[in-house]
């Protein structure tokens, strides 16, 4: 058994966090323990209900005394094995003290821009000489372009990942579209809404899930735009799983991404799914369905045609995309594969620090 300790000081909700819930769920399962220290009462909540030992942290400023002196107690209280930390003040407080203590210490980049070639960061790895552990090929090949210091054998990737649903596949009528990801500029969904006007002679519904900065601009777009009968807002929810079920089409146009967990999410449900080609999507892609991988380019134009004639199949023909969608899911970014990897890899991690402690 080892003891892995997650830090995550971000008050958001992102891929990192439900990244750390769906691993750290499966490390729990093969008898590992797994702590969890933040900030953010959401992520403690749902750590708590996953048998995670969690602990609500005040991080403090950057190399606050205080917060390195905590974790070098707790790490040491708890026997902690190997550090997984986020961004920021994760690294300046527990990073510090993992080091200190001859822990080792794991970045987790999350996206391609999570780290940018400053002298303060340069300084602080030189330090804590961590290991940058990244969710898609895409994330980390990006990595070491844009900071130049960070060499390959320092870089660790395991895609992101989810369980297979097992449901049976189903259509409906009228087609269900859906968007999961958060309502930011970076998002797309204006691009969305715009192709959805486009389409005038084809039934649909179109679901948006989900909260952001931009939330009442996209509503008052999509009443400009005249689509009061054809999308429902669902604001924030913690049960996308069942809305993603009674959904047939799952559309992404973000000009931003890592390896997306929506699109992970719908994968695992069967949805057949028409994205803007960013970041690691096409590692996860189902090849029977590459003419719907769009140009980083694409507009409003390019998605109508692609939405138009994803609503022109036919219920089998729906149905057969629905179940290309699941078997990428079960062959590129199987949860119950991959955590065993990650499990793996951090066993091997412990081994080889304390082998070279007893050196």
């Known amino acids: 058994m080892i003891t892995v300790a997650f830090v995550n000081s971000t008050k958001k909700w992102g891929g990192v966090k439900t990244h750390t819930i769906s691993f750290g769920e499966k490390l729990v399962g093969s008898g590992h323990k797994v702590l969890i220290y933040a900030r953010d009462d959401r992520f403690l909540s749902k750590s708590n209900s996953c048998q995670f030992h969690t602990h609500k942290v005040d991080f403090g400023v950057d190399y606050s ?16 094995n190997v550090l997984i930390a986020n961004v920021g003040k994760d690294m300046t407080t527990a990073g510090i003290a993992a080091r200190l203590l ?84 970076d998002k797309g969904h204006d691009t969305l809404l715009k192709a959805i006007a486009k389409i005038s002679s084809q039934p649909l519904e179109f679901h948006i899930v989900g909260t952001g900065t931009h939330e009442e601009e996209l509503k008052l777009l999509s009443n400009k735009l005249g689509l009061q009968d054809k999308v ?27 390896l997306p967990n929506t699109l992970l999410e719908a994968l695992s449900s069967g949805l057949m799914p028409i994205c803007r080609s960013v970041a690691g999507n096409y590692e996860v892609w189902p090849d029977e369905l590459q003419e719907y991988l769009l140009p980083y380019e694409a507009d409003e134009n390019v998605f109508a045609e692609a939405i138009s004639k994803a609503l022109a199949l036919s219920d089998e023909e729906l149905l057969a995309a629905k179940h290309h969608a699941r078997k990428a899911c079960e062959e590129k970014c199987n949860l119950n594969l991959l955590s065993k990897q990650f499990e793996e890899w951090l066993v091997e991690l412990t081994a080889r620090n304390n082998k070279a402690k007893v050196s």
Not at 233 to 255: M, N, P, Q, R, Y
Request: net charge positive; aromatic share 12%.
């Open 102 to 185: 001859g822990i080792p210490v794991v970045q987790h980049i999350g996206a391609h821009l999570d780290m940018l070639p400053k002298l303060k960061y340069k300084i602080l790895h030189n330090f804590l000489k961590p290991i940058f552990f990244c969710s898609s090929e895409y994330i980390g090949e990006y990595f070491m372009k844009t900071v130049p210091w960070v060499k390959a054998d320092s870089v660790k990737v395991i895609l992101n990942g989810k369980v297979p649903g097992t449901e049976e596949l189903k259509t409906h009528s009228p087609r269900r579209l859906v968007a999961t990801q958060q309502l930011n500029a």
């Open 232 to 258: 429902i807002w669902h604001g924030f929810t913690t049960d996308v799983d069942s809305i993603l079920a009674e959904s047939d089409i799952f559309l992404l146009a973000s000009l931003m991404e890592g």
């Open 65 to 80: 005394p205080l917060s390195i002196a905590y974790f070098y107690r707790e790490f040491k209280r708890q026997n902690v």
